[in-house]
């Protein structure tokens, strides 16, 4: 007979996500005539940047001619995009990346999901919490974990992030091999100082430990003395990768494309302790599993860095994060205290009940959905996110809601 893999068992019955659009497509059945502003998932809204659209619409151009034809391209990404990442995205903030420790992905989500693999089954994990769920779901599914009980998993090191660390976790007391760490964080929207991230380095650096650093939210950073890459540390090419994504800077969510940095310098152990470039491991799955990103698509991509290409991203972001602002200052406003939406798509809102409750609530009483916070962990049994991904129409509109509900 043919046996399943049983981890899958251990698993929450659904994805958070999924989850959500079920009640929410429930509540629409029941409920036809009511409008319903979503403020969930952290997908975007706002069209392609043109220079992408104009760069898409050539090279598609170009598939239809044989002389200018394109097949497979190399599984890690065409050289003209990860010459442009490393040097816009890494090398122009002093770090220290080449083009061929890039591998071009269809998604952050796929990356961050498919990392583990790489690890034995007995390695000790440290993830925080709250969290983006598939840090913790692809390591349960792997098998390194016991059964959920109590709103967490059996044998991963949870890092708190709460009021009193202002979101960004300490250094866990045990030593742990492998780390993930997200800044700007999903779900909390909270930051971490150049200072802080150097301890994570430190630590990992002494422990043989490796951090996945999960950067897709950097664009929105705004403050300078915030840093935007974990390669601005000193000594984190030796232990670092870091995941980037074009989905919520230039709008790729439904168009795919993304990267993985693998610096050649990182180390990783077999059981009898001899070295290993995790590169070449990294790249060995790749070009096995994955046969690239379309050709369209990276030229796509490769223009968000043209100079008009940077201007309507850095507009794009601007809007959005204008959208965080009067988020935050509405739910501020009615009393509920928040982190998030400076440097941040996301507003972590305190929501001084339940999280499926106030979920509910909002749903019911406004006709908006957002994120309850214990699907990201159980720090969040309180929290909700919201997402400040929408039109300046709809989030004014879904503010306006929020506080005739609320009040
Ligand atoms: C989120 O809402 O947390 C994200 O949109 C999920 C994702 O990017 O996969």
Request: aromatic share 12%; with cysteine; hydrophobic share 35%.
């Amino acid at each position: 007979m043919i046996r399943i893999n049983e981890n899958y068992l251990k698993l929450q019955s659904s994805y958070l996500f999924s989850d959500i659009a079920k009640r929410m497509a429930r509540f629409q059945e029941a409920n036809p005539e009511r409008e319903i502003i979503r403020l969930g998932i952290g997908d975007v809204t706002r069209a392609l940047p043109r220079a992408c659209i104009e760069a898409f619409h050539k090279a598609v151009d170009e598939m239809a001619n044989e002389s200018t034809f394109r097949g497979y391209g190399p599984e890690q990404g065409y050289p003209f995009l990860r010459e442009a990442i490393a040097a816009h995205d890494f090398q122009a903030r002093g770090a220290d990346i080449s083009p061929d420790e890039v591998f071009v992905s269809d998604g952050a989500k796929c990356d961050t999901g498919n990392f583990q693999e790489l690890f034995s089954t007995d390695i000790v994990i440290a993830i925080p919490d709250p969290v983006y769920p598939v840090y913790v779901d692809s390591n349960v599914m792997s098998g390194r974990t016991g059964f959920f009980s109590h709103g967490r998993y059996e044998g991963l090191v949870y890092l708190e992030s709460t009021t009193e660390n202002h979101y960004v976790p300490h250094i866990p007391k045990e030593r742990v091999d492998l780390i993930y760490l997200c800044f700007p964080n999903n779900p909390t929207g909270a930051t971490a100082s150049k200072e802080q991230l150097q301890l994570w380095v430190d630590y990992a650096r002494q422990n043989r430990s490796l951090i996945l650093f999960d950067a897709a939210y950097e664009s929105y950073i705004r403050d300078d003395s915030l840093p935007h890459s974990i390669y601005e540390m000193k000594g984190a090419r030796d232990v670092a990768v870091e995941f980037r994504s074009f989905s919520k800077n230039a709008g790729f969510t439904g168009t795919r494309c993304a990267y993985s940095v693998v610096p050649k310098s990182v180390s990783v152990y077999d059981s009898e302790g001899n070295r290993h470039a995790l590169h070449a491991l990294w790249n060995r799955r790749h070009t096995t599993k994955f046969n690239g990103v379309a050709y369209p698509v990276q030229k796509a991509a490769e223009a968000v860095y043209s100079e008009e290409g940077q201007e309507e991203v850095r507009n794009l972001i601007e809007g959005y994060l204008t959208n965080a602002r009067l988020v935050r200052r509405t739910m501020t406003d009615l009393g509920y205290e928040c982190v998030g939406g400076k440097n941040s798509p996301y507003i972590w809102v305190d929501a001084k009940m339940d999280s499926w409750e106030f979920f509910e609530l909002l749903l019911r009483k406004a006709g908006v959905v957002c994120t309850p916070g214990s699907g990201f962990g159980r720090c969040g049994t309180h929290h909700v996110r919201i997402s400040a991904f929408n039109s300046y129409e709809n989030i004014e509109k879904a503010m306006g809601k929020i506080a005739d509900a609320l009040k």
